[in-house]
């Protein structure tokens, strides 16, 4: 079951990289953004539930590998990215941007009125979007 789930959440990032196309990269992370926002909005159930595995380590050991991988993946499309965009670290452009998204789902979850627009709002102003 938890594969499952975490399969689900690959393809959904799978999905967003599918439809960059020949997207600038300042559309690619617009794009991103927003899709990661909408995610976070619409799909609470399933971020409880994988931040509530998160806090059992022993419940996830078996996905410990391709959460990794992931990460990896996620962390150096970002990166790419910000290097497109000239930033002079992309890496820690990529961690940063990461821990925000990762922060506003975790946030969302958690309380009842999370102003999730205006975390975008931020994101697009910060990154000039």
Same mark, same amino acid.
């Given at each position: 079951? #938890?594969?499952?789930?975490? &399969? =689900?959440?690959?393809?959904?990032?799978?999905?967003i990289?599918?439809?960059?196309?020949? =997207?600038?990269p300042?559309?690619?992370?617009?794009?991103?953004i &927003?899709?990661?926002?909408s995610?976070?909005?619409?799909?609470? &159930?399933?971020?409880?539930?994988?931040?509530?595995?998160?806090?059992?380590?022993?419940?996830?050991?078996?996905?410990?590998?391709?959460?990794?991988r992931?990460?990896?993946?996620?962390?150096?499309?970002?990166?790419?990215?910000?290097?497109?965009?000239?930033?002079?670290?992309?890496?820690?452009?990529?961690?940063?941007?990461?821990?925000? #998204?990762?922060?506003a789902?975790?946030?969302?979850?958690?309380?009842?009125?999370?102003p999730?627009?205006?975390?975008? =709002?931020?994101l697009?102003q910060?990154?000039?979007?």
């Open positions: 079951m #938890l594969f499952g789930i975490f &399969d =689900m959440l690959v393809e959904a990032g799978q999905h990289i599918d439809e960059w196309g020949n =997207m600038e300042r559309d690619k992370l617009r794009y991103t &927003d899709q990661s926002i995610f976070i909005e619409h799909q609470s &159930d399933v971020m409880r539930f994988m931040f509530s595995l998160s806090l059992q380590p022993e419940v996830i050991t078996d996905l410990e590998v391709v959460m990794e992931e990460k990896k993946r996620s962390i150096d499309l970002f990166k790419g990215i910000f290097a497109e965009l000239n930033y002079p670290d992309p890496e820690q452009e990529a961690f940063f941007t990461g821990a925000v #998204l990762d922060g789902g975790v946030g969302f979850i958690g309380v009842k009125e999370y999730l627009e205006k975390i975008k =709002m931020r697009y910060y990154y000039n979007l």
